[in-house]
C-alpha cells in the first residue's frame, strides 16, 4: 500500500497553519523541511506538536539553517561544562548571539526569557535529531540514503553538494539559494524540494522545486503531495497574514500549478 507523503516548508513559529495542515492530510506522513521555529510568534508551540507526530510515526523532522543556529551555541555550551575550555564558552556565546540576532530573539520573547544555562528542555530534544537530507520513493517510504529506485530528494535549502563556502556536503544543503546552482543529484533522484528560500508562487527551476511562501508574515503555506515519479500535488492553505508581503520574494524559474485552500480569517485573494 502506498503511503501519502506531504512536504511541508517554513513553518517558523504558525502552529495555526500545522494544525490546518493535519487537519487537510490525516493519513498523511509528513516530512518537514525545517525552520520551525523563529521569526513567527509561536515556535514552541509548533515544537511540541512536531515532536508528538514524530513520536506517532506520523513526521519526518529535517533541520533547517535555523535549526542549525540554535543547536550550534547550545552544543558548544554542554562541551564547556564538561571540558571548562573558555574557548568552548565564547563559542557557546557567539553562537547563542548569532541565533538571536537570526530570529531567536522571538523564541525568547516566547519565553520570557532564554538563556544557554536554562535553554527550554522541549526545544533541546527537538534540535537533537534532525535528520539534514532524505529520499522518498513512490511506494511513500522515506531512506535516509539514495535507494535504488527513482525517489525524490528533499533538504531544506539544496541537494547535498560540495561548495567552497560549504565543504560538508550536508552543510550546503541548509545554506545554499537556487542561484548558487545548479546543483548535481544522486542517480535516480527525479527532482528535488526545498523550502528556504521565499517566493511569491511555488517555483520549478530545472529539476529543484521550491514551496516555501513565506508563511509567517504572508499566512501562505504551500504543501507538496508528493505523487510517484511525477511532480507534487501542490496545496496553499492561505491563513491568516499579510499576502501582498510576498511580492519582495524574487521571481525565478518556471510557475507551478497550485491549488489554494482558503482558512477562517484569511484575506480575500
Not at 178 to 191: K, L, N, Q
Amino acid at each position: 500500500m502506498t503511503r501519502q507523503v506531504v512536504v511541508v516548508p517554513d513553518l517558523h513559529g504558525r502552529p495555526d497553519l500545522l494544525d490546518a495542515t493535519l487537519a487537510q492530510y490525516p493519513e498523511a506522513h509528513f516530512v518537514c523541511l525545517g525552520d520551525a521555529i523563529d521569526r513567527g510568534p509561536r515556535s514552541m508551540k509548533v515544537v511540541e506538536k512536531l515532536l508528538t507526530l514524530k513520536k506517532e510515526g506520523r513526521a519526518t523532522l529535517l533541520m533547517g539553517n535555523h535549526e542549525l543556529m540554535a543547536a550550534s551555541g547550545l552544543r558548544w555550551y554542554r562541551q564547556y561544562l564538561g571540558t571548562h575550555d573558555m574557548g568552548d564558552y565564547r563559542r557557546a556565546i557567539e553562537g547563542f548571539r548569532s541565533w538571536m540576532r537570526a530570529g531567536g530573539e522571538t523564541v525568547r520573547s516566547e519565553l520570557g526569557g532564554l538563556t544557554l544555562e536554562q535553554f527550554p528542555p522541549l526545544l533541546e530534544e527537538y534540535l537533537q535529531d534532525l535528520d539534514r537530507v532524505v529520499y522518498v520513493t513512490g511506494d511513500g517510504a522515506v531512506h535516509a540514503e539514495p535507494p535504488a529506485l527513482p525517489s525524490v530528494l528533499i533538504a531544506h535549502a539544496s541537494p547535498p553538494v560540495r561548495h567552497q563556502q560549504y565543504p560538508d556536503p550536508l552543510t550546503a544543503a541548509l545554506w545554499l539559494r537556487p542561484f548558487e546552482g545548479p546543483f548535481a543529484m544522486p542517480e535516480g533522484v527525479v527532482y528535488s524540494i526545498h523550502g528556504h528560500t521565499p517566493v511569491p508562487v511555488p517555483a520549478r527551476l530545472g529539476r529543484h522545486l521550491y514551496i516555501d511562501m513565506g508563511a509567517y508574515e504572508t499566512g501562505r503555506l504551500a504543501l507538496a503531495e508528493i505523487q510517484g515519479g511525477g511532480l507534487p500535488k501542490i496545496t496553499v492553505l492561505c491563513g491568516r497574514g499579510k499576502p501582498s508581503l510576498g511580492s519582495k520574494y524574487p521571481r525565478f524559474g518556471e510557475p507551478v500549478p497550485v491549488q489554494a485552500v482558503d482558512l477562517p480569517g484569511a484575506p480575500p485573494r
